[in-house]
């Protein structure tokens, strides 16, 4: 490469975005800036998140500016350095951007990776990377599911909620996936062990409440939330007494010009439940003690995390859709280059 | 009295409560059952919550079932009974309806009062009841708001808003009200010692948040949540970060036949703020200490607790009213008897 190729938001997305609002263009390769690096992105991660960092409204970063490259977690290897801290030829983990090459500093979400231990880099994206600790810091550290509790996971087909379903197992709980069509259903059952598996496709708030009445009767006592909308409506019909609620996402809103949020709030008041809105940026120190559990978890056959891997950056537009058509199986990754 | 006034849910209201939905009916007064006994009600507390045990959903408490009376906290004297542990004369406090005898037993609820260290039983369902104590272990147990924390407190000149706020300003914390209308915000300031005082009337979502962003650039650590609806959303828009948010009641939906909820709850996430659905019952044990408290902060003149206490039987669904109409200043009482 001589050239770097960058994916930039040029408009903001009212609703769904569309191709118009991004535009691929070539530019010279970024110079190491004193004290920094650049990195030649290798695999980036696409994520919900990422819909929300379009919108020009408060949240928990700054939108992504018009005309800079969509903001991506990426794995990649130390094209240029002007730091001790980072070596040519390093593999890094960090906030980047969906571009052949980013600048970027120690500090932060920014680290040194081993990549000898996996059989792709891209795991440092799925799950030894912020999706797979986004289940576990999820449910060991915020909603602590005891044996014999009941979990219920919204978008359990996904790839936080196939982990936070498997963690939810290990740790002892009985789990309830909820997600979209009858082939994701079966994969919660097949491939991930849930005990029970609901789709919520062409449902009404109580018929799906009814669903998870059935299969819960004394209710759930963690809600592992990554949906919202009707979803989470059916599902604040059916809290055990102090529910703890982890508030992860609401992707069914993200294309909503309009907030959706809640209906049943009321449920949390008349359960004392609790909704613990979770980032999981707090506890980037704490990734590579979350990691080593996983990595364990994954040798000794208890936890399987998918990747759907997308092939090129000229693809970063249709394989960002497949987050919201609900076509991604596993942690959607776009794979931008090989490694050196 | 040689009869039982009984003031009975006849129909649930659809929305707002009509006249038409209650009956005031007059039944021999009852017989002390084995191990209970009969309470002569002097004060029942009128409370937004019985709204809520009015409709046939899902809560904390069956409903009330039709002709029976309306369940309310009482204070009152003992009439009858067969149980050594109380006495016929003795105050007690308890969950019991809007009528002039109730049937009682120990447990739950139920406590002996000493009636001698207040000017008026009724204080025990104001400032040492239920509803002081809401808005005291709200603070003290839940938010814990630490000095110079922003307080943000809805439905503020309301018997629990304005308890909160005050012991608020005990704590450290600024605290701003948000409540209806001018003659309210002006009490905010004068009688309660807020620090600022907001008017919701008349104005959009957006333009609530923004005079909270005025009063509070920073966002509210704490958020004690009485209305929901709009006003909650108009909060949400303002929180710090890893703001804790009490869930103490939702009036502005109880009649309303339809659910609101809030459209905000993204800004939880964002925030990693937390929601406490959160209901006295469970520190009924905690009744005689927290009381301890807030009687010595009313002595020092560091509290004030009003009472809005109206007159009559007769005249229940008049003054339930008051609490939607916004025409209660101070605990909403209404008194059935002199004591004995």
Known sequence: MTVNRRFLLVRRPHGTPLPEDFRLVEEAIPEAPEGGFVVRNCYASLDPAQRGWMDDAPSYMPPIALNDPIRASTVGVVHSSKTPDFQVGDWVLGLNGLEDYSVNHAGGFTMKIDVSAVDSPSKFLSAMGAVGLTAYFGLTDVAKPQPGETLLVSGAAGAVGSAVGQIGKIMGARVIGIAGGAAKCQR??????????????????????AEIRAAAPNGADVVFENVGGDVMDAELLNLAKKARIVLCGLISEYNSPQKVGVRNLWQVLAQ????????????????????AVMAEWMAEGRLRIDEDVQDGLENAYPAFMRLFSGANTGKLVLKIADGL
Do not use: N
């Open 188 to 209: 919660l059952l097949d491939d991930y062990g849930f005990d029970v598996a609901i789709d919520y496709k062409g449902k009404s708030v109580e018929q799906l409440a």
């Open 272 to 291: 004392q439940a609790t909704i613990h809105g979770y980032l999981i940026m707090d506890y980037a120190p704490r990734f590579a003690e979350g990691g």
